[in-house]
């Protein structure tokens, strides 16, 4: 019998305000963990005595767990903390639940149907192995403490224990009703959809956005780079933090297996990374091999990684350059009131600028840029600060104009910048440009040093 079971379980229920105190034992692994992994985990049971071994050495924590004690709240399942999980997850935790409640057998016809549905899904095959070795009875296992010691220093196993921690951590620990992420302090309707990826839960949120403002809608497991987070260098295993578009939806056809659903790159290095001197690239969020259901938290070489299910349902929400993607070691969740403050506050320095162009004071709106400025446009064409001075002096002066579907992203790890997407018409005119800024704070004053010119 597992320990990581019984600790997954009575977390669970106390999450749901339940009585039951069961405390997890020492991390004891049964010899059928190891069998789950490699393929179906009942026709190995019946062939491995190491798994009945292995059952013994933690009979009298199973028996804890079946006699602990219930409560109506326990009883009753948490569509509030399970809703957002995906179909395999939800049903995973459903089946802790039910073993965190004393009911074994229920919750191994559950865990038999997850790995029937989902048969590459090796966390639900190792918890399905762990229930079908509490039905060994005490009398007729036999200790293995050798064998157990092995498995308990499996990195496999340890990765498999690490990634059911994380899953019921983030369901555990819900953001707050009414909350954003808290670079999300403006986005236009024009993003329907916004994702934002908490690394320390190895989570991803998915928002839609509405009349009402951002609301959370889904959220799934996810891995990062091998090396962990903060990517300063090509190959450095590690995946970058900050604030990104979806630039492409690859066609799974056009992939190696190993990606599985497909893929969806993102315009890292942004142009504050390149300010900073990172490199790399090729960051996709995408899928998994066909033999693997999901991947250890920390795997990838830098990607976000999902599994393929869980991707499909992406896949039909983002919109190619439209959909912000960001990046963080933990997220921190603001109240949507707070984040339109935040935003108004910068809205009246983009305002500024504004007013400086239509005033056609060259010296002035030098004021609003960096010395090091860039614009880029759709050809990848670079041009210095000192022409495009001139060039929007002579394209607004005189001139009113209206700005629209204003996006702003707040990004903050030891600078504080903004990334200001908008569109602007001309009095008079049908259709205009459509910006994407990068603003730097220095001091209080807010100053340009990238822009892109989208279309």
């Known amino acids: 019998m597992l320990a990581a079971l019984m600790a997954a379980s009575a977390l669970l229920l106390a999450t749901h305000g339940a009585a039951a105190s069961t405390k997890s034992a020492n991390a004891k692994t049964s010899g059928a963990k190891a069998k789950a992994s490699a393929g179906h985990p009942a026709a190995r049971e019946a062939k491995t005595r190491t798994a009945k071994k292995a059952s013994a050495a933690d009979a009298r924590t199973a028996a804890a767990a079946r006699g602990a004690p219930r409560s109506k709240t326990a009883a009753a399942s948490s569509p509030a903390a399970l809703q957002q999980a995906s179909s395999a997850e939800a049903r995973l935790i459903a089946v802790y639940e039910l073993f965190g409640r004393g009911q074994p057998r229920p919750a191994l016809a559950k865990a038999r149907d997850l790995v029937r549905d989902y048969p590459n899904f090796q966390l639900a095959q190792l918890v399905y192995a762990d229930l079908l070795a509490t039905q060994v009875p005490p009398a007729h296992a036999f200790s293995d403490a050798t064998g157990i010691a092995r498995l308990r220093s499996d990195p496999a196993m340890a990765d498999l224990r690490e990634e059911s921690r994380r899953r019921l951590q983030a369901l555990r620990d819900r953001p707050p009703a009414g909350t954003v992420p808290s670079q999300f302090l403006a986005l236009s309707t024009r993003s329907r959809y916004a994702i934002a990826v908490d690394a320390s839960r190895s989570r991803l949120y998915l928002l839609e956005n509405s009349a009402k403002g951002l609301q959370l809608v889904a959220d799934y497991y996810v891995s990062v780079g091998k090396s962990g987070i903060g990517k300063a260098t090509e190959g450095d295993a590690r995946t970058p933090l900050g604030v990104y578009y979806v630039t492409s939806s690859l066609d799974p056809k056009s992939l190696r297996d190993f990606y599985g659903a497909g893929a969806l790159p993102i315009n890292y290095p942004n142009p504050y990374d390149v300010r900073r001197g990172k490199t790399g690239s090729g960051i996709w969020l995408h899928g998994t091999p066909p033999q693997q259901f999901s991947r250890a938290p920390l795997a990838s070489d830098g990607c976000v990684v999902m599994a393929n299910p869980d991707l499909k349902q992406l896949l039909r929400k983002v919109q190619i350059g439209a959909t912000p993607v960001v990046t963080a070691p933990s997220l921190q969740w603001i109240p ?61 002066q005189g001139k009113r104009v209206q700005f629209k579907d204003m996006s702003f992203l707040h990004w903050r790890d030891g600078d504080d910048t903004m990334v200001a997407t908008f569109g602007e018409v001309f009095e008079g005119e049908k259709s205009g440009r459509t910006r994407r800024q990068y603003w730097l704070r220095q001091g209080s004053e807010w100053k340009l040093f990238h822009e892109e010119i989208l279309g």
Do not use: C, M
């Not at 004021?367 to 394209?395: A, C, I, M």
């Open 336 to 396: 949507r009131p707070q984040a339109e403050k935040e935003a108004q506050t910068f809205t009246s320095a983009i305002s500024a600028w504004k007013d400086a162009r239509a005033n056609g004071n060259e010296a002035q709106l030098k004021k609003f840029y960096l010395p090091d400025f860039q614009r880029s446009n759709s050809s990848k064409k670079n041009t210095d600060g000192f022409s495009v001075l001139h060039d929007e002096v002579e394209y607004a």
